[in-house]
């Protein structure tokens, strides 16, 4: 018996390294070695996981969602998982909002609070849902199209927050990677779906258009703050280059979206 099993697994030794020494290390991934058999449990890990590392800015500049996780990502997005995350992050904002920390500066006008658009105010979820929950690469041009309709809902709990902002005095900015092409489309459907009462809606002119979001977004606030002399309390966005850059907000605020990557 144990002659048999010492062959038994010399055997087993040998398949393994033969498989690895034919494998196209290429294509390597962290779910080759169990690739074929996984199921359940295991895929979930994983890609629960790269779900956690986009939120934590750990994963960066994807174009797509990996194949193996779009079904995964789709019932996320989809789920009463994803509504409870945006819930808590803007249970968050009023708990900041209700700490005491904005003391607005005798009524001069100039205390701010920024908004992105796209899955922040509204969904865009819909649009994807119908194009693989971000398994296939952006196009552009239908996304502008499917925008132009004016179909994308709101989400509730940020239009809540919006209205307890606006209610409370301050200055509301929405700053956008949407370009100006789309201006009226835009305030069309965040009137349609209950927005109202911003001070700016900023969007991309011709001349940023070449820039890094990030870079884009920043500028737009250093004008705000060094021009138009305003106090930036906060800002809820979904993706991180709503918050990268000089100035910045006392406090920021991200609404989870593993769908796609803005820089």
């Not at 797509?64 to 994803?82: D, L």
Request: positive net charge; charged residues 25%.
């Amino acid at each position: 018996m144990g002659k048999n099993m010492g062959f038994l697994l010399a055997f087993t030794g040998l398949v393994l390294i033969s498989s690895a020494a034919g494998a196209d290390w290429t294509e390597w991934n962290i779910l080759w070695p169990w690739k074929d058999s996984l199921v359940g449990e295991g895929l979930k890990n994983y890609c629960e996981s790269w779900r956690i590392n986009v939120e934590l800015n750990n994963i960066k500049g994807f174009d797509v969602v990996p194949q193996e996780c779009v079904a995964f990502v789709g019932k996320y997005m989809t789920s009463s998982q994803y509504k409870a995350d945006i819930e808590r992050a803007i249970e968050e904002s009023v708990l900041y909002l209700n700490g005491g920390c904005c003391s607005l500066k005798g009524g001069d006008g100039k205390d701010a609070w920024i908004f992105d658009i796209d899955d922040t105010l509204v969904s865009i979820v819909p649009y994807y849902k119908k194009h693989h929950f971000g398994g296939e690469k952006l196009n552009m041009t239908s996304l502008e199209e499917w925008m132009k309709r004016n179909r994308a809902p709101a989400l509730g709990e940020t239009l809540r927050f919006f209205n307890e902002i606006r209610g409370r005095g301050f200055k509301i900015f929405l700053i956008s990677s949407r370009r100006e092409s789309l201006r009226s489309h835009t305030a069309d459907n965040l009137i349609k779906v209950g927005y109202h009462g911003w001070t700016k809606l900023i969007l991309r002119k011709r001349g940023d258009e070449s820039m890094e979001v990030g870079k884009y977004k920043a500028k737009a606030r250093k004008e705000l703050v060094e021009e138009g002399g305003y106090r930036i309390w906060g800002i809820v966005g979904d993706q991180w280059s709503s918050f990268q850059g000089t100035p910045s907000a006392k406090r920021t605020f991200k609404l989870p979206n593993p769908l796609y990557y803005v820089s």
